[in-house]
């Protein structure tokens, strides 16, 4: 069913597999950390999401691409999602809240 899901979200866009990834991952990551106010907690939000994720695609679909593809779609979700807290980490520190 999850499967079905994203093949037909990759249909309609026209992207390919890495690019939703990344477009996804950085969109959701950004939604939560400005909701929040915590880059952090989103963080660890879209981490345990793309675990999710890929455990369910490894399940669905065991003709897939298998461990390797389910670490390279991990990594390109992940690696801009974990720049962009390390970065509102650093401007927190920098301009803390006056109150």
């Not at 065991?62 to 690696?79: I, K, M, P, Q, S």
């Amino acid at each position: 069913m999850w499967h079905f899901a994203k093949m037909l979200i990759k249909d309609m866009t026209g992207l390919t597999d890495p690019v939703l990834h990344l477009i996804v991952g950085t969109v959701v990551y950004l939604g939560l950390a400005l909701a929040l106010r915590r880059p952090i907690v989103a963080l660890a939000i879209v981490v345990s999401l793309q675990l999710t994720n890929e455990t369910v695609d490894l399940v669905e679909n065991l003709n897939g691409a298998g461990f390797g593809g389910a670490l390279e779609d991990t990594a390109l979700t992940l690696v801009p999602a974990l720049v962009l807290s390390l970065l509102f980490c650093e401007l927190q520190r920098a301009f803390p809240k006056t109150a």
